[in-house]
């Protein structure tokens, strides 16, 4: 543990900790879990995707041999959660609003009489006609998915309508005024189908009381707020609830929010026996309700004859399905995302976040961002051609530099966005000319890093090891696996020396959880501040111990040593033998840029976007104009991320990233009728596999932030999967000189937009 280590690790590359055991199947999962007397959980669900309950008799699944508890709302509070609108009970009690609405759970002794006891409960609607177009959803004369939304409680600040739990506007300038001042006006219309989280793991919940405590072992991506869901719902102290998760099978957001603790806790404490719910695939892909939103982007924009844009309109519309939950956070991330990095003086934005009777949508992966980074990179090689340029010159008259101002007065600090597009055409052009039915698409974007408050506590063990304890999520990106990287260059140790106990609410301090590519940002902030406490005492103790100024120590390969003098050194394992060395970080998030949203509506907190980091891929795309399937050969993808800390970690977020945005543009959409999922399953509900995956070329630009993450580090884990949809999107078009305007842009539909031009592609 004292072996020479380089005089910075940033940057190096090391074995996660959490790596071999994954590898070598040793890692326990949630739903690998086992305990004495376990009884299996199990859901009714509705089954239809709108209905008025009549009744509900649970008197013959209650008798069935083998089940011990048979719940429905009576058996539940009566409370109405949500993050920014409560519109939601655990139990459905008049009306379910969804195919997938929880009815009753069941616990019993095996899955199977669980699942009789399922069948066996004997629900009584009366159908109501689905509400499935959020555009028709919006007319006030529609019939209302939630007849009491004016009565629910909301999150200060949420500006609401008759089907609308989010309406938001973004005003910059006078949009009337910018286009009498364009020469060009382009108007057009694309849409995106909802699109699957698909961890490789299903959720899985167990639960388990001791006296008036319950420990609930979850597959959640946040487990404190999912402890609060499950305190506010079942009307507990929070420090009566503690949330643990083993290994994470991964989430991209699916995971997110507070889900199905709460029921399994329920029916844990009617049977007084540790309770386990797992999910089939079918249950993944129907009673999850965090899907990426299905979306409506019209966008109109004006151009002088040079080709720079004067004003944009844009109206978004978000099918949120039957709940609000964090919706809001793509309601108001698209509209920050219809400007793009572009230099827009006038711009009027607004977007609807409508109910419907789907599946309830939420914070998948960069939520608001493929699908409205889509519909715009399109939208700006439109531009192009009608200005007569050519689409990567076009953009450089537009992107924003440093100096420039945003949407809502936001001023930008960095060219990188610029530089990103330079590098990455630079890259791409090393290639091949694109031969037949080929094409080159580019796509630019920008995102934001979430500052939100986070902790960490550090101390160094008698043996000179490290022990990092945080509230932070691993979801498999390996975020929180890099902590030690930034312990051991403040403290001069090998990383491979620090330990890291995390997710369990009982242990950590709080943390958001694995959500909007914050770990890093925040948490890494927590640690550093924690090293840095536990550094200064380090040499304090050895200027005493060595007679020495302390600003002639240094620490490196776990000692502190005097500069230059190498043999004069005490191990940190000495001090940490004789003393605590503990200390605790609090991560206090930076603020937000200054900006001006007066003129703006129903604002919650994205109206500027914190470090911002921007990035252009650049897609190489073959069209076979016989069958319309497209074949993605290659993805350049360079991104500036202020200071990359990690790289193989962040090779690994842009390769994975790159590869799920490809199955958006291509692939993954759901199909419905009638309100009912019709591929609810991997058979119908095509992924992107390793045999498909592009050669991807990732290069990373530095460009640290002062009020960004540790070392000047900006967000990683969302961007990587914003831009690629819309390069391979820009590449169709010009591999066939057509353009599909739906997505997921499936051999069908680019067949369709060969053979029908006027059809777009939208059918």
């Given at each position: 543990?004292?072996?020479?280590?380089?005089?910075?690790?940033l940057?190096?590359?090391?074995?996660?900790?959490d790596?071999?055991?994954?590898?070598?199947?040793?890692?326990?999962?949630?739903?690998?879990?086992?305990?004495?007397?376990?009884?299996?959980?199990?859901?009714?669900?509705?089954?239809?995707?709108?209905?008025?309950?009549?009744?509900?008799?649970?008197?013959?699944?209650?008798?069935?041999?083998?089940?011990?508890?048979?719940?429905?709302?009576?058996?539940?509070?009566?409370?109405?959660?949500?993050?920014?609108?409560?519109?939601r009970?655990?139990?459905?009690?008049?009306?379910?609003?969804?195919?997938?609405?929880?009815?009753?759970?069941?616990?019993?002794?095996?899955?199977?009489?669980?699942?009789?006891?399922v069948?066996?409960?004997?629900?009584?609607y009366?159908?109501?006609?689905?509400?499935?177009?959020?555009?028709?959803?919006?007319?006030?004369?529609?019939?209302?998915?939630?007849?009491?939304?004016?009565?629910?409680?909301?999150?200060?600040?949420?500006?609401?309508?008759?089907?609308?739990c989010g309406?938001?506007?973004?005003?910059?300038?006078?949009?009337?005024a910018?286009?009498?001042e364009?020469?060009?006006?382009?108007?057009?219309?694309?849409?995106?189908?909802?699109?699957?989280?698909?961890?490789?793991?299903?959720?899985?919940?167990v639960?388990?009381?001791?006296g008036?405590?319950?420990?609930?072992?979850?597959?959640?991506?946040?487990p404190?707020?999912?402890?609060?869901?499950?305190?506010?719902?079942?009307?507990?102290?929070?420090?009566?609830?503690?949330?643990?998760?083993p290994?994470?099978?991964?989430?991209?957001?699916g995971?997110c929010?507070?889900h199905f603790?709460?029921?399994v806790?329920?029916?844990?404490?009617?049977?007084?026996?540790?309770?386990r719910?797992?999910?089939?695939?079918?249950?993944e892909?129907?009673?999850?309700?965090?899907?990426r939103?299905?979306?409506?982007?019209?966008?109109?924009?004006?151009?002088?004859?040079?080709?720079?844009?004067?004003?944009?309109?844009?109206?978004?519309?978000?099918?949120?399905?039957?709940?609000?939950?964090?919706?809001?956070?793509?309601?108001?991330?698209?509209?920050?995302?219809?400007?793009?990095?572009?230099?827009?003086p006038?711009?009027?934005?607004?977007?609807?976040?409508?109910y419907?009777?789907?599946?309830?949508?939420?914070s998948?992966?960069?939520?608001?961002?493929?699908?409205?980074c889509?519909?715009?990179?399109?939208?700006?090689?439109?531009?192009?051609?009608?200005?007569?340029?050519?689409?990567?010159?076009?953009?450089?008259?537009?992107?924003?530099?440093?100096?420039?101002?945003?949407?809502?007065?936001?001023?930008?600090?960095?060219?990188?966005?610029?530089?990103?597009?330079?590098?990455?055409?630079?890259l791409?052009?090393?290639?091949?000319?694109?031969?037949?039915?080929?094409?080159?698409?580019?796509?630019?974007?920008?995102?934001?890093?979430?500052?939100?408050?986070?902790?960490?506590?550090?101390?160094?063990?008698?043996?000179?090891?490290?022990?990092?304890?945080?509230?932070?999520?691993?979801?498999g990106?390996?975020?929180?696996?890099?902590?030690?990287?930034?312990?051991?260059?403040e403290?001069?140790m090998?990383?491979?020396?620090?330990?890291v106990?995390?997710?369990?609410?009982?242990?950590?301090?709080?943390?958001?959880?694995?959500?909007?590519?914050?770990?890093?940002?925040?948490?890494?902030?927590?640690?550093?501040?924690?090293?840095?406490?536990?550094?200064?005492?380090?040499?304090?103790?050895?200027?005493?111990?060595?007679?020495?100024?302390?600003?002639d120590?240094?620490l490196?390969?776990?000692?502190?040593?005097?500069?230059?003098?190498?043999?004069r050194?005490?191990?940190?394992?000495?001090?940490?033998?004789?003393?605590?060395?503990?200390?605790?970080?609090?991560?206090?998030?930076?603020?937000?840029?200054?900006h001006?949203?007066?003129g703006?509506?129903?604002?919650?907190?994205?109206?500027?976007f914190?470090?911002?980091?921007?990035?252009?891929?650049?897609?190489?795309v073959?069209?076979?104009?016989?069958?319309?399937?497209?074949?993605?050969?290659?993805?350049?993808?360079?991104?500036?991320?202020?200071?990359?800390?990690?790289?193989?970690?962040?090779?690994?977020?842009?390769?994975?990233?790159?590869?799920?945005?490809?199955?958006?543009?291509?692939l993954?959409?759901?199909?419905?009728?009638?309100?009912?999922?019709?591929?609810p399953?991997?058979l119908?509900?095509?992924?992107v596999?390793?045999?498909?995956?592009?050669?991807?070329?990732?290069?990373?630009?530095?460009?640290?932030v002062?009020?960004?993450?540790?070392?000047?580090?900006?967000?990683?884990?969302e961007?990587?999967?914003v831009?690629?949809?819309?390069?391979i999107?820009?590449?169709?078009?010009?591999?066939?000189?057509?353009?599909?305007?739906?997505?997921?842009m499936?051999?069908?539909?680019?067949?369709?937009?060969?053979?029908?031009?006027a059809?777009?592609?939208?059918?």
């Amino acid at each position: 543990m004292t072996a020479t280590v380089p005089p910075t690790v940033l940057g190096s590359r090391f074995v996660r900790r959490d790596g071999p055991e994954k590898v070598s199947g040793e890692a326990r999962y949630t739903a690998d879990l086992s305990f004495t007397g376990l009884l299996h959980a199990a859901f009714v669900y509705a089954g239809r995707p709108h209905a008025r309950i009549v009744s509900i008799d649970t008197t013959a699944a209650s008798r069935l041999p083998g089940v011990h508890a048979v719940l429905t709302a009576a058996d539940a509070p009566p409370v109405r959660y949500g993050m920014f609108v409560k519109d939601r009970t655990l139990f459905a009690t008049d009306v379910v609003r969804f195919e997938a609405e929880i009815v009753a759970a069941v616990a019993a002794d095996t899955a199977e009489h669980a699942a009789a006891a399922v069948a066996a409960v004997q629900v009584v609607y009366q159908d109501l006609p689905p509400i499935l177009d959020p555009e028709a959803a919006l007319d006030p004369d529609s019939a209302p998915v939630h007849a009491g939304w004016a009565g629910y409680g909301t999150q200060s600040g949420v500006q609401r309508g008759h089907n609308d739990c989010g309406h938001m506007t973004s005003v910059k300038g006078d949009v009337d005024a910018g286009f009498a001042e364009a020469d060009l006006t382009l108007t057009e219309t694309y849409t995106s189908d909802m699109v699957h989280a698909v961890p490789i793991e299903p959720h899985a919940v167990v639960a388990e009381w001791q006296g008036t405590t319950v420990t609930i072992w979850s597959t959640s991506q946040v487990p404190f707020p999912a402890r609060a869901g499950v305190a506010e719902t079942l009307q507990l102290p929070l420090s009566d609830v503690r949330i643990v998760v083993p290994h994470l099978g991964g989430g991209f957001g699916g995971k997110c929010d507070f889900h199905f603790e709460a029921h399994v806790a329920l029916l844990a404490r009617a049977t007084r026996r540790p309770v386990r719910l797992v999910f089939s695939r079918r249950e993944e892909f129907l009673a999850t309700d965090k899907v990426r939103h299905a979306t409506r982007i019209r966008l109109t924009t004006g151009l002088r004859r040079d080709g720079t844009i004067t004003a944009r309109r844009a109206r978004l519309v978000l099918d949120s399905g039957a709940y609000c939950g964090d919706a809001l956070f793509a309601t108001e991330i698209g509209l920050m995302m219809v400007a793009g990095p572009y230099r827009i003086p006038h711009l009027h934005a607004e977007v609807h976040t409508v109910y419907t009777n789907r599946t309830p949508a939420g914070s998948v992966r960069a939520p608001g961002g493929p699908q409205t980074c889509w519909a715009v990179e399109q939208h700006t090689d439109e531009l192009a051609a009608l200005a007569g340029l050519d689409p990567v010159e076009f953009r450089r008259r537009n992107l924003v530099r440093a100096g420039d101002t945003g949407q809502t007065g936001q001023r930008f600090v960095s060219a990188s966005a610029v530089e990103c597009l330079d590098r990455a055409v630079e890259l791409a052009a090393r290639g091949p000319e694109p031969g037949p039915h080929e094409g080159l698409g580019v796509a630019v974007g920008w995102w934001f890093s979430l500052s939100v408050p986070s902790g960490a506590h550090l101390r160094i063990n008698p043996d000179g090891t490290g022990t990092i304890v945080t509230g932070a999520q691993e979801n498999g990106s390996g975020s929180v696996m890099g902590l030690p990287l930034l312990a051991a260059q403040e403290l001069g140790m090998a990383p491979g020396a620090f330990s890291v106990q995390y997710q369990d609410t009982g242990s950590g301090p709080f943390d958001i959880g694995s959500a909007g590519s914050q770990t890093t940002f925040n948490n890494g902030r927590a640690v550093v501040e924690a090293a840095r406490v536990i550094r200064d005492r380090l040499l304090d103790l050895a200027a005493a111990r060595l007679e020495i100024d302390r600003a002639d120590l240094e620490l490196a390969g776990g000692t502190v040593r005097v500069r230059g003098v190498p043999e004069r050194s005490v191990p940190i394992a000495e001090f940490a033998a004789s003393t605590q060395l503990i200390a605790s970080g609090s991560g206090t998030p930076p603020p937000l840029p200054e900006h001006d949203v007066s003129g703006c509506g129903g604002r919650l907190g994205y109206a500027a976007f914190a470090a911002p980091s921007f990035f252009c891929d650049v897609a190489r795309v073959r069209v076979d104009p016989d069958t319309g399937v497209a074949t993605v050969g290659e993805v350049v993808a360079v991104h500036e991320f202020g200071r990359v800390l990690n790289p193989v970690g962040a090779e690994g977020q842009v390769e994975g990233g790159v590869v799920q945005a490809m199955g958006m543009a291509l692939l993954e959409g759901s199909r419905y009728a009638d309100g009912h999922q019709l591929n609810p399953g991997l058979l119908g509900y095509k992924l992107v596999t390793a045999a498909d995956a592009p050669r991807i070329v990732s290069e990373f630009l530095d460009d640290p932030v002062d009020q960004g993450g540790p070392y000047g580090a900006k967000a990683v884990g969302e961007p990587t999967v914003v831009g690629t949809t819309a390069a391979i999107g820009n590449a169709i078009a010009a591999a066939t000189g057509r353009r599909v305007r739906a997505l997921p842009m499936t051999a069908e539909r680019v067949w369709t937009a060969l053979h029908d031009p006027a059809d777009g592609g939208r059918s």
